[in-house]
């Protein structure tokens, strides 16, 4: 049986720009289902409509359930699986160019890093994470 994979761009991107729409094609290929959310208003993102956003679409979160999240939507997933309670156990995240802290270059995202998110929780309930940075990524040091 193929896996329920949820994408989600993060701040100032939308389901058609970076390497989804590439990432999309590939997961369908091998019999995957695939959601690139649309999360709103992505040039003003509010914490609050985003987590909204997952609430509403991510539906029977568990072990077959992974997700792919980029920037603002790495912080935005993780504060969403927190949240959850109980959390169920789930399959699996992959985090590219996430953060956790405040970024000094973007301060209107702050209200996305305020609270510290329990990451042991999240790592308990998954079988597997992975996190993708860059070394020499000026946004997201």
Avoid at 1 to 9: D, E, F, L, P, T
Avoid at 45 to 66: A, F, G, Q, S, V
Avoid at 75 to 88: A, K, R, V
């Amino acid at each position: 049986m193929g896996k329920q994979v949820y994408i989600i761009h993060g701040y100032g991107a939308s389901p058609s720009n970076h390497w989804f729409p590439w990432l999309k094609e590939k997961l369908l290929a091998d019999d995957h289902q695939v959601s690139v959310l649309h999360m709103p208003n992505s040039s003003d993102p509010k914490k609050e409509e985003w987590l909204k956003t997952l609430t509403n679409k991510i539906k029977d979160l568990d072990n077959n359930t992974y997700f792919v999240a980029h920037s603002l939507g790495s912080i935005t997933l993780l504060n969403y699986l927190e949240q959850l309670d109980p959390l169920p156990d789930f399959g699996g995240f992959i985090l590219v160019s996430g953060f956790s802290e405040q970024l000094s270059s973007l301060p209107s995202l702050d209200p996305f890093t305020v609270k510290k998110v329990d990451n042991q929780k999240i790592i308990s309930a998954t079988n597997s994470g992975a996190v993708i940075a860059a070394k020499d990524d000026y946004i997201v040091p």
